[in-house]
């Protein structure tokens, strides 16, 4: 069973940083693409960021781009996200989720984790 | 960058009853498009893939359909395990999402 779990939200205030883990396991880890999707009420579900299987391809939704940067360590079976330069509107769920496919487009994604809360306040 | 919009933003259905939701994208995706459904307090799930078809362990009465840039998920007979917000999504090139459909059970 695929079981993504993520960790490290929290409160933060405007401006400052926080890094972000997801813990996978269950699948061959090192095969496939792996995103960050955030969600918010009022913005529903909205993609942030994407890495190919090797971390050779990345994408970044233009909300973040130059801001975040996403990693993976396959040994470690993680993928991470830094967010620097933290404003309100990035307050939302973020959650860890594996893509269909090995590169980083083109992807529909197949498996969720329940997501970390991030409040920029 | 591909809009999509999904119609009607809420749907009240009877146990039983058909359910048709709807999701339209600002161009062309073919038929690279997905279903999510959202139960409450729980993280998406994967419903169809390909437009039209249903993923591992979805139930018969989900169905998809179109292409290009109209699209349509059907519940041909509403449980009340199915309330939920779903949400379509195209993959042509990197993801967006529909601002999402709720279904209430009437």
């Known amino acids: 069973e695929v079981q993504l779990v993520e960790s490290g939200g929290g409160l933060v205030e405007p401006g400052r940083s926080l890094r972000l883990s997801c813990a996978a396991s269950g699948f061959t880890f090192d095969v496939y693409a792996m995103h960050w999707v955030r969600q918010t009420p009022g913005k529903g579900l909205e993609w942030v960021s994407s890495?190919?299987?090797?971390?050779?391809?990345?994408g970044y939704a233009d909300s973040v781009n130059g801001r975040f940067t996403i990693s993976r360590d396959n040994a470690g079976n993680s993928l991470s996200l830094e967010m620097n330069s933290l404003r309100t509107d990035d307050t939302a769920f973020y959650h860890c989720?594996?893509?269909?496919?090995?590169?980083?487009?083109?992807?529909?994604?197949?498996?969720w984790g329940q997501g970390t809360l991030v409040t920029v306040s | 960058e591909i809009v999509l919009t999904q119609s009607p933003a809420t749907l009240s259905v009877s146990p039983g009853e058909r359910a048709t939701l709807s999701c339209r994208a600002s161009q062309s995706i073919s038929s690279n498009l997905v279903w999510y459904q959202q139960r409450p307090g729980q993280a998406p799930r994967l419903l169809i893939y390909?437009?039209?078809r249903r993923a591992t362990g979805v139930p018969a009465r989900f169905s998809g359909s179109g292409s290009g840039t109209e699209f349509t998920l059907t519940i041909s007979s509403l449980q009340s395990e199915d309330l939920a917000i779903y949400f379509c999504?195209?993959?042509?090139?990197?993801?967006?999402f529909g601002p999402g459909t709720k279904v209430d059970i009437k």
């Open positions: 999504q195209q993959y042509i090139n990197w993801p967006s």
């Open positions: 390909d437009a039209s």
């Open positions: 890495i190919s299987w090797d971390g050779g391809r990345i």
């Open positions: 989720v594996k893509g269909n496919y090995d590169t980083p487009n083109m992807n529909w994604f197949d498996s």
